[in-house]
Nanobody, 124 residues
Framework: QVRLVQSGGGLMQAGESLTLACVAS????????MAWFRQAPGKEREFVAR????????YYATSVKDRFTISAVNAKNTVYLEMNTLRPEDTAIYYC?????????????????WGQGSQVTVSS
């Protein structure tokens, strides 16, 4: 069973930047792509960004496009989410996740392994 261990998170002011990291304990054939999701209180878990391990095809939710950047460092089995110009509506628990799919998939049920979650709170 692959473990995904997250780091980062915290209390931020609107407009600030923050980077989350997700380290995979191993790379397996069923981890072809990685993604970040977030879940705000009382809301469903929503897709944020996705990347495959080639790093060539990142994809973003409309709400974070041009503010967030997802990247992957193969040698470190690590995926990052750089979040810039944070807004109060970005407040949520952020999760990294792994999928076997190489094509773009954005529903949580398409992902089989999850990190422990990182709280990000943005105040106005």
């Amino acid at each position: 069973q692959v473990r995904l261990v997250q780091s980062g998170g915290g209390l931020m002011q609107a407009g600030e930047s923050l980077t989350l990291a997700c380290v995979a304990s191993a790379r397996t054939d069923n981890m072809r792509s990685m993604a970040w999701f977030r879940q705000a209180p009382g809301k469903e878990r929503e897709f944020v960004a996705r990347i495959d391990w080639t790093g060539i095809t990142p994809y973003y939710a409309t709400s974070v496009k041009d503010r967030f950047t997802i990247s992957a460092v193969n040698a470190k089995n690590t995926v990052y989410l750089e979040m810039n110009t944070l807004r109060p509506e970005d407040t949520a628990i952020y999760y990294c996740a792994a999928t076997q799919a190489m094509e773009l998939v954005t529903h949580p049920s398409d992902y089989h392994s999850w990190g422990q979650g990182s709280q990000v709170t943005v105040s106005s």
